[in-house]
């Protein structure tokens, strides 16, 4: 294997590409399946992550209050509540406390962090 990748590394050098620059590196995407919306207990994707690819009107206790960052992964189009917002209390309540436009990943956000308890997807932020 070993030397393998040295021959494969060899050719991409040979064929003129710069393995130094590599665009993307500023964060890391967050692991989430497609469809899903995912929350995380740490920010930037870390610690405990949980999975939704429907409503919640009550987060587990393992994710309840402990939401740090989040990523929306789920089907986009027309039509489909595409957007994910989180709410601070159980079954809707407490006021929104973070939303997910389609595709978007949010590493931290100060306002939102540990307060999330539900949340439902839906047709915009
Ligand atoms: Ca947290």
Redesign the pocket.
């Given at each position: 294997m070993r030397k393998t990748f040295i021959t494969a590394a060899g050719v991409l050098l040979a064929a003129g590409a710069s393995l130094a620059v590599v665009p993307g590196t500023a964060q890391a995407a967050a692991p989430c399946a497609e469809g899903s919306f995912c929350a995380y207990?740490?920010a930037d994707y870390g610690?405990l992550s949980v999975g939704w690819t429907g409503d919640d009107g009550w987060w587990e206790g393992n994710i309840a209050d402990?939401?740090?960052s989040w990523a929306n992964h789920g089907i986009s189009g027309p039509g489909i509540k595409d957007h994910v917002k989180v709410y601070a209390s159980a079954w809707q309540g407490g006021g929104v406390t973070i939303c997910l436009d389609p595709g978007q990943e949010v590493p931290y956000n100060e306002g939102a962090?540990?307060r999330g308890d539900s949340h439902i997807w839906t047709t915009g932020c």
């Open positions: 207990t740490d610690g402990e939401d740090s962090n540990d």
